[in-house]
């Protein structure tokens, strides 16, 4: 299909934000911005954050992976045991995590290590979050955008960094006035475009092989794409480490993050916000199956078209397709141009509501946290609004200043290792607050109280990290 065709649907796409955007964002002040007044519907929340959890990254490399060698033999459903994982961590944030900054009244739910231990804990706590979703944010961007560029752009003859600004400067056109007031919609509407994109290649897949789910799976079985639990207790993947590393990944990623929390927060009360997370994390595990049998057809697709394993690649007309390359290199070149066109609307409609809520999520927590906006009396609501428009501009400089060294680096394998070592500041962060909620203790207002509490779930992050490479690589996104 023609890159301009495929371009001009992303154009449109992005035209729709807009429209929703200035909609939602009438009337919007810091408040609308930083917590949507506290007015928002539990049930959009729930399901835009579907989109937000799964990153453009997740919707290439899920399914990728299912096909993978891994050992002796395929990564398979072996995702599904992390799955498991998160549904205990949601419990964890919706009936612990929850009451506790619907009590505190929370903008930013690192000012509950204001109120437990003082202004250090709080700024370091804030710094943490600041620099994890900079680098995570920005490098799931940049892989993203490495798929446009590649199939759609690279052909039109428009420049990387042109292609990044770009981007970038749509996703703060439609996040510059309302914040998460309009976040909130348009998460939604992103995320039906990216559950259309996933549901309609499944069918066509059966459809073009003749296949009913039950014998979909049958085939998949026979060829070993399936298996979901590992029993070898010195694996990586052995399956109570995966359950174990998703839920600790859940809690600290997810209930310990501005930009996933300030959604939560946003809905009108307690009790609707605990319905939101449990009805998000029953959908989630159902969304990553989706994409788990996705990615097994895809397989299947990519097999009865010619491709062949050979070691541990996969060869189709030369070229090695395992892994991320599978799912654009079919839905462009081997299937209609209708399906061409609903998976480059589903990879931007992955790949918006993560950038757009990091870019949020981290104005709002530079302004509250770091410069204090809120508690500036001597300020103008117009004058903290032009100090919060500022932050937000200059935190898309930096993501495309990031999204340019990534580029220059260019090396897939440093990114997987920035972002593992991004996710090593949710481990101070998960000591802070498991300290104040935990102990009774109260410590000086210095770093007394970093110290200990990071040092004592260290040893917590280094085993998650080695039990979850798949997590990381696979998703980080999802959380970063």
């Not at 839920?247 to 501005?258: E, K, S, V």
């Amino acid at each position: 299909m023609s890159p301009l065709i495929l371009f001009s649907f992303v154009i449109g796409y992005f035209l729709i934000l807009l429209i929703v955007a200035y909609r939602t964002s009438k009337n919007s002040n810091n408040d609308s911005f930083f917590i949507g007044n506290r007015n928002s519907n539990w049930m959009l929340v729930a399901f835009g954050m579907i989109g937000t959890s799964l990153s453009g990254v997740t919707f290439v490399s899920v399914p990728g992976a299912v096909g993978d060698v891994a050992g002796g033999g395929f990564k398979g459903f072996a995702y599904m045991q992390v799955a498991i994982g998160y549904l205990i961590g949601y419990t964890v944030i919706a009936y612990v995590l929850l009451p506790i900054y619907y009590r505190l009244q929370l903008t930013s739910i690192y000012d509950y290590l204001q109120h437990r231990f003082g202004r250090v804990a709080y700024k370091t706590g804030a710094l943490f979050f600041i620099i994890s979703r900079t680098v995570g944010a920005t490098a799931r961007l940049y892989l993203v955008i490495n798929v446009l560029q590649f199939f759609i752009l690279d052909r039109m003859g428009v420049p990387f960094v042109v292609t990044a600004a770009v981007i970038l400067l749509m996703i703060l056109l439609y996040t510059f006035e309302g914040g998460v007031k309009t976040i909130v919609y348009t998460d939604t509407l992103q995320t039906t475009f990216m559950l259309l994109g996933l549901v309609v290649c499944i069918f066509y897949i059966l459809r073009h092989m003749d296949l009913s789910f039950g014998s979909a799976m049958q085939t998949l079985d026979e060829k070993s794409f399936t298996g979901i639990f590992n029993f070898d207790v010195n694996s990586k993947g052995f399956f109570l480490k995966q359950i174990v590393g998703g839920m600790f990944i859940t809690i600290a990623m997810t209930g310990l993050d501005q930009e996933m929390m300030q959604k939560n927060i946003s809905v009108k009360n307690l009790k609707d916000s605990q319905k939101n997370m449990v009805t998000f994390s029953l959908v989630l595990v159902l969304v990553n199956f989706l994409f788990l049998l996705l990615g097994g057809l895809l397989y299947l697709f990519v097999l009865h078209n010619g491709a062949d394993y050979q070691g541990h690649q996969m060869m189709l007309q030369g070229h090695n397709v395992i892994g991320d390359d599978l799912f654009p290199t079919l839905a462009l070149h081997y299937m209609p141009k209708a399906v061409s066109i609903l998976f480059i609307i589903g990879l931007i409609s992955a790949l918006f509501p993560s950038a757009d809520g990091a870019l949020t999520a981290l104005t709002s927590s530079f302004c509250i946290d770091i410069l204090g906006l809120r508690d500036k009396a001597e300020l103008s609501e117009q004058q903290k609004k032009r100090t919060r428009m500022t932050v937000h501009v200059s935190f898309a400089v930096i993501f495309l200043l990031c999204i340019l060294i990534f580029k220059w680096i260019n090396n897939k394998s440093i990114i997987g290792v920035i972002l593992e070592l991004a996710a090593y500041t949710y481990g101070p962060l998960l000591g802070l607050f498991a300290f104040g909620i935990f102990t009774r203790r109260h410590l000086p207002n210095s770093g007394a109280i970093t110290a200990p509490a990071t040092v004592a779930f260290l040893p917590w992050v280094v085993s998650l990290s080695s039990a979850a490479d798949l997590i990381f690589s696979l998703c980080i996104s999802a959380r970063l």
